[in-house]
């Protein structure tokens, strides 16, 4: 299995940029899609985006794409989130995860192992 710790929250305002970023060990990222989700207060847990194991396919969610950028480096075994022009309504907890199953992976059902999370405030 893997484990998985997120790094990089922290308090902006609104138009930074952060990038998150998820350190895995443990069993190599490579063998695992990845995904990064959000969860703000009172609201369900989304997917931001998600990236497939060899990295050459991904996916967003439309509030966040031309914004946010999704990577991973297998032989580091790290995967980042790139945030760029920052919205208030991007204050969340988020969350790196990670799933055993092969091709996109949109559902937090369908994620087998989660990092503790870090947050990320926008001030508008």
């Known amino acids: 299995q893997v484990q998985l710790v997120e790094s990089g929250g922290g308090l902006v305002q609104a138009g930074d940029s952060l990038r998150l970023s998820c350190a895995a060990s443990?069993?190599?990222?490579?063998?695992?899609?990845m995904g990064w989700f959000r969860q703000a207060p009172g609201k369900e847990r989304e997917l931001v985006a998600t990236?497939?194991?060899?990295?050459?396919?991904?996916y967003y969610r439309d509030s966040v794409k031309g914004r946010f950028t999704i990577s991973r480096d297998n032989m580091k075994n790290m995967v980042y989130l790139q945030m760029n022009s920052l919205k208030a309504e991007d204050t969340a907890i988020y969350y790196c995860a990670a799933s055993t199953g092969y091709g996109l992976k949109f559902s937090r059902t369908e994620y087998d192992y989660w990092g503790q999370g870090t947050q990320v405030t926008v001030s508008s």
């Open positions: 443990g069993r190599t990222v490579s063998f695992y899609g």
């Open positions: 990236i497939i194991r060899s990295g050459q396919n991904t």
